[in-house]
C-alpha cells in the first residue's frame, strides 16, 4: 500500500458534538496503516487543542490529553488557523503545548503545532492527497 497525504480539517468545537472525537479516532487508525497524516484546526476547530479544557458539563469525557499523544504515531503536522484564532480571542500561548520527538534530530523535542494564515492553509491543502472535513 503506498503512503498518500492525509488530512484531517476540524472545524468543530470539542464538545457537543461527536465530530471532534470522530475525527481524532479517524487520525489516530489512518496513522496506524502508516499514512502522512496531518490535521488542520480551523474556525471552532481551535478550541479543541486549548488548554484547561473542562467537559464536565458537556456530559462527555474530555479526550483533549489525546492530542499529546499523536507524536508517537508520527503525526507531527497540526496546522492552526492565526485567523480563526484571532477571532476567537485566542493565541498560541492559549494552545496546549504539543510536541514529538524528532528521530532525525537525535530525539530533539519539537513543536506540533504550525500556525498558518489562510493563503498558507490554502497552498498546504493544495499538496494532500485525501482531505477529510470533520
Known amino acids: 500500500m503506498s503512503t498518500k497525504n492525509f488530512l484531517f480539517v476540524n472545524r468543530k468545537a470539542p464538545y457537543g458534538t461527536v465530530y471532534a472525537l470522530e475525527a481524532l479516532e479517524v ?3 489512518s496513522a496506524a496503516f502508516e499514512q502522512n497524516v ?13 488548554k484547561g479544557q473542562n467537559s ?3 456530559g462527555m469525557k474530555n479526550f483533549s490529553p489525546t492530542f499529546r499523544a499523536l507524536g508517537d ?3 507531527t503536522k497540526l496546522y492552526v488557523s ?3 484564532l484571532a477571532e476567537r480571542g485566542l493565541t498560541v500561548d492559549d494552545l496546549m503545548e504539543l510536541t514529538y520527538e524528532d528521530a532525525d534530530d537525535d530525539y530533539a523535542e519539537k513543536p506540533s503545532i504550525i ?3 489562510r493563503e498558507e492553509m490554502t497552498a498546504m491543502m493544495a499538496e494532500q492527497e485525501v ?3 470533520f
Open 56 to 58: 464536565k458539563e458537556t
Open 115 to 117: 500556525l498558518v494564515n
Open 82 to 84: 492565526t485567523e480563526s
Open 27 to 29: 487520525v489516530l487508525i
Open 73 to 75: 504515531y508520527d503525526i
Open 131 to 133: 482531505i477529510l472535513s
Open 38 to 50: 496531518s490535521l488542520a484546526f480551523i474556525d471552532d476547530g481551535v478550541y479543541q487543542i486549548t
